[in-house]
């Protein structure tokens, strides 16, 4: 019912910035709540930020300070402004929507991700 393409995913080297875009089709008014995930290699897929329908965010501690998650009004899209990138940001990042279904189930929907590589 949804369906999110991710951009913005490049090599920059320690202390720059990027900037991440989900744009999101499909049924997004059933959408609740947008975040954006990464893995590393041989780790699991752990949280970077997400924000709700009310504006709620919430980061992981990693990125507190220096990750910025936003969404356009429309809510089609939602970015990941990444400052003060560290190597250890380096990770393939995905876009993530928390959905309500008809009988109050919730489901989530994954785009395809995107790599960030951060290495002098």
């Known amino acids: 019912q949804v369906q999110l393409v991710e951009s913005g995913g490049g090599l920059v080297q320690p202390g720059g910035s990027l900037r991440l875009s989900c744009a999101a089709s499909?049924?997004?008014?059933?959408?609740?709540?947008m975040g954006w995930y990464r893995q590393a290699p041989g780790k699991q897929r752990e949280l970077v930020a997400a924000?709700?329908?009310?504006?709620?965010?919430n980061y992981a501690d990693p990125v507190k300070g220096r990750f910025t998650i936003s969404k356009d009004g429309a809510k089609n899209t939602v970015y990941l402004q990444m400052n003060s990138l560290r190597p250890e940001d380096t990770a393939v990042y995905y876009c993530?929507?928390?959905?309500?279904?008809?009988?109050?189930?919730?489901?989530?929907?994954w785009g395809q991700g995107t790599q960030v590589t951060v290495s002098s």
């Open positions: 924000i709700d329908n009310d504006g709620r965010t």
């Open positions: 993530n929507a928390g959905v309500f279904n008809s009988d109050l189930t919730s489901t989530n929907f």
């Open positions: 499909g049924s997004i008014f059933s959408i609740y709540v």
